[in-house]
């Protein structure tokens, strides 16, 4: 039952955010979540502790995806000749996050901290270095909506 409202709510979604032409957006957007329709129900049917599983797959697709959000927009800002310093901040962000992973994942593997909550201590970096990726853009994007207006008006 999960996996059909899941599914339905990402059919609604993708409806209104993309265009009637299917777009590469459009499809990994209906890729994504016809693998968490998968996902759920697999985990239902056969791992006994479904719960778990899903609360780690649920981190690991967030923090996945909000690397992937800000590498996305360090390219985009060299691809659009933004202002060096945005294509810089974005890309040390994202480098901060990537390795936090790889260091963290390395860390689980090779037994290193133990006692520690490593969980706990990578998703409050990553959600700092998200944190810091939202000022740069911010401070990108502040005057774009003046600056936009003044050129439909013809204006200074």
């Known amino acids: 039952m999960s996996a059909v409202l899941i599914w339905s709510l990402i ?31 697999a985990e239902q049917l056969w791992w006994e502790d479904a719960f778990g599983i899903t609360l780690h797959v649920a981190a690991v697709s967030t923090f996945g995806f909000l690397t992937l959000v800000v590498g996305v927009n360090g390219f985009a800002a060299v691809v659009r000749d ?17 390795v936090t992973v790889v260091v963290a994942g390395v860390a689980s593997v ?21 944190l810091a990726f939202w000022l740069v853009q911010t401070a990108q994007l502040w005057d774009e909506e003046a600056e936009l207006k003044s050129a439909v008006d013809g204006g200074p």
């Open 11 to 41: 059919s609604r979604i993708g409806r209104f955010a993309t265009s009637r032409r299917m777009t590469l957006a459009g499809y990994v957007a209906r890729g994504l979540g016809l693998c968490a329709v998968i996902v759920v129900v």
């Open 82 to 98: 933004a202002p060096r310093r945005y294509a810089t901040a974005y890309f040390l962000i994202a480098t901060g996050m990537f």
């Open 110 to 130: 090779c037994g290193w901290g133990e006692g520690v909550n490593l969980v706990f201590w990578v998703e409050w970096v990553l959600l700092a270095a998200f």
